[in-house]
């Protein structure tokens, strides 16, 4: 699988670029996952309802199936977060999957900045972010593309993985 990321600090428009570039390469015929890393606890299940209530009595694993959708949680109890190339290993086959975060992993990265957030530029000081999204403009050596014109930026995300 192709893997991508999108990269910067907090506040710096990285969801909102992320939303917009499934939506472009979707919408060119791609199949596109995406994984996000959390830096803070997160649960996607909520208190009171039966498959909370599993993982509470102690269940490593509890498979949610409906109509529209699956989610599988597992419960780490203990265990080391894992790996990026583990994350990706549970991954469906796609063309492309879209990494939000893992800034220190060394997958090839853009750069969601925003100079309001007052956060220093990534890029500089790493070299596995290949380009930039600004909303100002930057003099840096990688390309720097508005953080707004998400059709540039997936095209050259497309490029970069050879779709």
Known sequence: ??????????????????????????????????????????????????SYRHRLAGASEVLLASGQRIALMQELRGAP???????????????????????????????????????????PENTTIRAVASDTPLNVKVPVFDLNDTESIANFILQEVGL
């Open 81 to 123: 977060e894992p790996s990026l190339e583990d994350l990706l290993g549970r991954l469906s086959p796609v063309d492309l999957v879209l990494i939000e975060g893992f800034k220190r992993e060394a997958h090839p990265k853009v750069e969601a900045f925003r100079a309001e957030v007052g956060n220093a530029l990534m890029a």
């Open 1 to 50: 699988m192709r893997v991508y990321g999108v990269t910067g600090w907090k506040n710096a428009g990285k969801t909102g670029l992320m939303e917009r570039l499934v939506a472009e390469i979707t919408r060119r015929g791609f199949t596109v996952s995406t994984l996000k890393h959390a830096h803070h606890r997160v649960d996607v299940d909520q208190e009171g309802t039966d």
